[in-house]
């Protein structure tokens, strides 16, 4: 297992900023994801830990030697890319292998590996096969495989799931977590899905134009968002941030909050499950959408809208008159910066 540390890490083409001052400790035998929306700078990053690119300044570190100006074969590190990348004229077998036969591996150790790594990932009656001939989760495995078999102690994903449909997604996430746990690798996870993030990781880095917003295990960032934009990218639904004027009212109402007395919260943050129907609190149901196991309500506040997940088996139609209410520990506050509040 081997640790992975970048410091002051930026990445500048001209006038545009990739990267700017991105500080990260991955410890080792952790899974960490790095999460945002496209153009964050979650896949530069990768990169730049692959070293597929160079960092304009910074280090990288990777079991505390410093690998900033070597090259990707000297990091010790594996990659599987978002499009699989394998070869259709060579079969399974010779794909896993294939990283094998360039490093000029001995023929039995070479087998002694992809017959390991075939039993790990279930491909032991596929390794005949070509990729035409694979489903797409067959595929990720024999991409993943080709990671493993070369025995590194760091591997690299950039959104290696996206391309597969949502229930072998499922399948493959948790397949994933559990083989990472089980050989102990540092593993390095590209994505934009917060399910993905949230389901595998130890650590989640959250990144925002290219810089990190918050890095924390997933139920920290989930229960105190370091931003508005964290407490707006986390949750399904996402967290209300409904806007507060200079008296502490919920804008457009006469609500006015105990808590924003001193008029330093511009900004209140209400996850969707903490706000409950019959409250105080008069609002109008805009909109309605229904889950099965939930009701997601948008109900109408002032001039905000704030979201409420009730019950699937919830009675109510657009325009019905509503009271909503939550308990005050349930609040998030936010400057108007939109940085937290203690």
């Known amino acids: ?31 960490c ?42 990091r010790g590190i594996a990659m599987v890319f978002q499009n699989y990348a394998l070869f259709p004229h060579l079969s399974v077998a010779e794909n896993i292998c294939f990283g094998l036969s360039v490093r000029r591996v001995p023929a039995a150790e070479a087998a002694r590996r992809l017959r390991d790594c075939a039993e790990l990932l279930g491909l032991g009656e596929l390794l005949q096969r070509r990729p035409a001939q694979l489903s797409g989760g067959q595929q990720q495995r024999v991409a993943l495989g080709r990671a493993l078999v070369a025995q590194t102690r760091v591997c690299l994903m950039d959104e290696p799931l996206s391309n597969l449909d949502a229930q072998l997604r499922q399948e493959m996430r948790r397949e994933l977590r559990e083989l990472q746990q089980r050989l102990g690798l540092t593993l390095v996870y590209v994505t934009h899905d917060q399910t993905e993030a949230m389901s595998m990781a130890d650590q989640v880095v959250l ?3 290219g810089r990190i917003e918050q890095a924390a295990a997933p139920r920290a960032l989930y229960a105190s968002p370091a931003s508005t934009f964290c407490a707006g990218f986390i949750g399904t639904p996402a967290m209300n941030l409904l806007r507060l004027d200079a008296a502490g009212r919920i804008a457009g109402s006469t609500l006015t909050l105990a808590a924003s007395g001193s008029g330093s919260v511009a900004t209140l ?15 109008t149901v805009s ?3 229904y889950l099965g196991a939930d009701l997601v309500l948008r109900c ?11 019950h699937g088996r919830t009675d109510l139609a657009q325009g019905a008159a509503v009271t909503l209410g939550w308990l005050p520990e349930a609040e998030h506050h936010f400057d108007a910066q939109g940085q937290r509040l203690a």
């Open 33 to 74: 994801v790095l999460l945002g929306p496209s153009g964050c700078g979650k896949s530069t990053t990768l990169r730049i830990i692959a070293g597929l690119e160079s960092a304009s300044a910074g280090q990288v570190l990777i079991d505390g030697r410093d690998v900033t100006g070597a090259g990707p074969a000297q």
């Open 287 to 289: 909109s309605l959408e």
């Open 207 to 209: 990144l925002n134009r």
């Open 300 to 310: 109408a506040i002032g001039s905000q809208t704030l979201t409420v997940r009730a």
């Open 269 to 283: 943050g209400l996850r969707p499950e903490a706000v409950a129907l019959g409250g105080t609190v008069p609002a």
């Open 1 to 31: 297992m081997s640790s992975i540390q970048l410091k002051g890490i930026c990445k500048h083409w001209g006038d545009t900023r990739a990267l700017e001052g991105i500080d990260l400790d991955v410890a080792a035998g952790s899974f």
